[in-house]
């Protein structure tokens, strides 16, 4: 059964740092891994969709890799704004995709 | 629809009481999804729809859950005898792409259940 972890399970940093937040699954037979957003309250917002043909991904200050083989993702966050605070949930797998518990990310004015 | 919708956003029922949820996917995604979420932790997979049929339903915990989605369109979760460790947001979910080469997953807002 896939297992996904994320790791730091929180963040805090200051307004305008670059940060990086992990993504690591134990089973590397994956056909996608996406990454999603979630405000309190809400639904997932998603970010950025890696195919298993890919290595990675960029949307604006964003850009997420998959190392398929080693069974980790990064997701880079570059200039972090108090507007990014929220919790980012990796999602690996094809049709029964699956979830990690997400890292709460705070980005302090 | 532009979006996925979910219906009811919150639902309070009591101990052993029948619930439906809804989930109208966005138009012409032929894959559809359901979730569980709990406080503090990500989603666990329910089930799968292609088109009508539950392509994947090892997700759902036990018999008194099912689903359905009888026109390829809009889904129903149905959950029989509700007891109190069913209380967490639903999550319904769809893609526009089927079989191996699932497309990006887009969710709802959620179908928060609590029950008492």
């Known amino acids: 059964k896939q297992e996904v972890t994320q790791i730091p399970a929180a963040l805090s940093v200051p307004e305008g740092e670059n940060l990086v937040l992990n993504c690591s699954f134990t089973d590397s037979a994956i056909y996608n891994l996406q990454w999603f957003r979630q405000d309190p309250g809400k639904g997932l917002t998603s970010l950025l969709l890696?195919?298993?043909?890919?290595r990675e991904q960029t949307s604006g200050r964003l850009n997420a890799s998959l190392d398929k083989s080693s069974g980790r993702s990064t997701l880079y966050i570059a200039a972090s704004q108090p507007g990014d605070s929220a919790t980012y949930l990796c999602a690996v797998g094809d049709n029964d995709m699956r979830f990690g518990a997400g890292t709460r990310l705070t980005v302090k004015p | 629809g532009a979006g996925v919708s979910q219906t009811p956003s919150n639902k309070v029922t009591e101990k052993g009481k029948y619930v439906e949820l809804r989930c109208d996917p966005i138009?012409?995604?032929?894959?559809l999804y359901w979730y569980r979420q709990s406080l503090g932790q990500g989603p666990e997979f329910l089930i799968y729809?292609?088109?009508?049929?539950?392509?994947?339903d090892s997700g759902l915990p036990n018999d008194r859950f099912f689903a359905v989605r009888p026109e390829g369109s809009v889904s129903t979760l149905k959950i029989q005898r509700t007891e109190r460790g069913d209380s967490a947001v639903y999550l319904c979910a769809s893609s526009s792409i089927s079989g191996r080469a699932t497309g990006e997953l887009f969710f709802g807002e959620g179908s928060r259940l609590t029950v008492l």
């Open positions: 890696i195919q298993s043909s890919q």
């Open positions: 138009s012409g995604h032929t894959a």
């Open positions: 729809f292609q088109g009508t049929g539950a392509a994947d």
